[in-house]
């Protein structure tokens, strides 16, 4: 399985996987699926959301064709695994989009308060790090150049 330059520098590919449970049966399926090709799959559980999905999809991929070639030692048990981790998954997901929805929503509500400009641009990075974000800053273009 490929893993990209981002991931592997530790950063995400799309919302966190904050279950860590969740993340170490992500794993273990996908490493018993990938065995089943000759696969290997990387040490460590997904942080986020699409690594995930498309661990379990290749992973499912796998476990199917394995049992519609008729392969024994390939359980059902293990697409269930898989099916339901997908799932679980992408409700996650959605879970944390709603959040991120709410937070931006409730910050978008503290800003209409603002009586002024300055009061506005004092206020909005504040209220972006409130949503999850570590920085932000506000800058001034003049023309195509930033000014701080």
Do not use: K, N, Y
């Amino acid at each position: 399985m490929a893993v990209t330059d981002a991931v592997e520098a530790g950063w995400s590919e799309g919302p966190p996987l904050e279950d860590h449970g969740l993340a170490e049966i992500v794993l273990r399926a996908c490493t018993e699926a990938a065995a089943l090709v000759g696969e290997e799959i990387a040490g460590e559980p997904p942080r986020d959301v699409t690594t995930a999905v498309t661990m379990l999809e290749d992973a499912a991929g796998w476990t199917v064709a394995r049992l519609r070639a008729g392969e024994q030692e390939v359980s059902p048990e293990l697409l269930v695994t898989i099916t339901s981790a997908l799932v679980d998954v992408r409700a996650a997901a959605m879970d944390w989009r709603t959040a991120a929805f709410s937070q931006v929503h409730a910050a978008l509500g503290r800003m209409r308060a603002v009586s002024s400009p300055e009061q506005l641009i004092a206020m909005a990075p504040v209220e972006l790090c409130r949503c999850g974000f570590d920085r932000a800053l506000v800058t001034r273009l003049d023309g195509s150049i930033g000014m701080p």
